[in-house]
């Protein structure tokens, strides 16, 4: 490539990169906007309610805090792995390795982010801004107790979010004009649309059972009963392989299987752009780690915050100890077997609502 069409390339860049910057703000300030509603005392219906200092501060709030909370499981990942290996894990920054993430975060974000010449350069770059957009969105669905707003079909907009996610990984693996990024982005489709159905019909068994399609309001109904845990262990089990399959985490990371595909869809991003694909992949294990203990835990703040933990270092865990398996494996998993089983509960919490 001569020194003008360098240049070219690089002009081309920055202006996708400026477009890409202000796409990014006017979502963000679509999403403040949002009409979130308020629950009257004397009525079990909700009105839309004006966009004030709480509802903003509520939509900022987890975009920030999952950065940090990234970060640090990222290090607890990191430690877990090397206490199951019998190794030390990063020691050296800070004490204990504290400051490790940061150290990562700064070594990714100032290497040079390298555009391949065959790749096309705007879809490129917006595909991680994409990923990491779809990621956070879902943090708006946190399921706050003390606070004025919440969204009355926080379930089915957690479905929603969950399904758009593989646009992101499609794009990616699109536009890298790369074999192994293209073979990541097809199995990440296949996947994410297989798992999703089962994972319809445990919404379906949890919304029956509460009779609501907020994240409080199930959070608030196992706090006075039970937890859902224990009628529907079953489908814990099944929500749990889906949520790993959902994201791409051993034994079901076929989408980046390094022993197959390199690195899978993100195999020709560097610096930034891993770093942030990075960021929305472990956003996501993190908020389906929210998810999981909402729904089937529940309870008060303190015992959502030890189940969340508890799923999380699930995750890792699970990661340490199985192996990956086949993908035929996977695909006959879920539709022979978690798709029947799920099938079977449901029918069994309609009969014994019905009752």
């Known amino acids: 490539m001569n020194h003008s069409a360098k240049i070219s390339l690089i002009l081309v860049s920055g202006e996708c990169l400026v477009k890409m910057l202000k796409s990014v703000g006017v979502f963000f300030g679509g999403c403040g906007l949002l009409k979130p509603c308020r629950v009257l005392a004397n009525s079990s219906y909700s009105e839309p309610a004006l966009v004030n200092?709480?509802?903003?501060?509520?939509?900022?709030?987890?975009?920030?805090?999952?950065?940090?909370?990234?970060?640090f499981y990222t290090l607890l990942e990191r430690k877990i792995l090397g206490i199951i290996m019998i190794r030390k894990g990063p020691s050296k920054v800070s004490y204990m390795g504290i400051l490790q993430p940061f150290s990562d975060a700064g070594k990714l974000l100032c290497k040079e982010f390298i555009v391949p010449t065959r790749a096309n350069v705007g879809p490129f770059i917006l595909a991680p801004a994409l990923m990491l957009i779809i990621s956070l969105l879902g943090w708006l669905l946190y399921p706050y107790k003390s606070a004025e707003v919440f969204y009355v079909f926080g379930v089915i907009l957690f479905m929603a979010i969950t399904s758009v996610s593989v646009y992101g990984v499609m794009m990616a693996g699109w536009v890298s004009n790369s074999k192994y990024s293209l073979l990541g982005a097809v199995r990440a489709m296949a996947q994410?649309?297989?798992?999703?159905?089962?994972?319809?019909?445990?919404?379906?068994c949890v919304v029956l059972c509460s009779g609501m399609l907020s994240f409080q309001e199930i959070s608030m109904y196992q706090q006075e009963l039970f937890f859902f845990s224990f009628p529907l262990c079953g489908a814990l089990a099944v929500w749990l392989l889906c949520v790993l399959a959902e994201t791409n985490r051993a034994p079901f990371d076929f989408v980046e299987g390094e022993s197959e595909l390199v690195s899978g869809y993100n195999v020709e991003y560097s610096g930034g752009g891993f770093a942030v694909m990075f960021i929305a992949e472990y956003s996501s294990i993190l908020l389906s780690s929210v998810v999981s203990a909402v729904m089937f835990f529940g309870g008060n703040e303190v015992l959502t915050g030890l189940f969340t933990l508890a799923v999380a270092i699930f995750f890792l865990i699970t990661r340490a100890s199985l192996p990956r398996l086949r993908y035929d494996k996977l695909m006959n998993l879920c539709w022979t077997v978690l798709l029947c089983v799920m099938l079977s509960i449901s029918v069994c919490v309609v009969v014994l609502v019905s009752l």
């Open 53 to 71: 200092v709480v509802s903003v501060v509520v939509g900022v709030i987890p975009f920030v805090g999952v950065l940090f909370a990234v970060g």
């Open 192 to 204: 994410s649309i297989s798992y999703e159905i089962p994972m319809g019909f445990i919404f379906f």
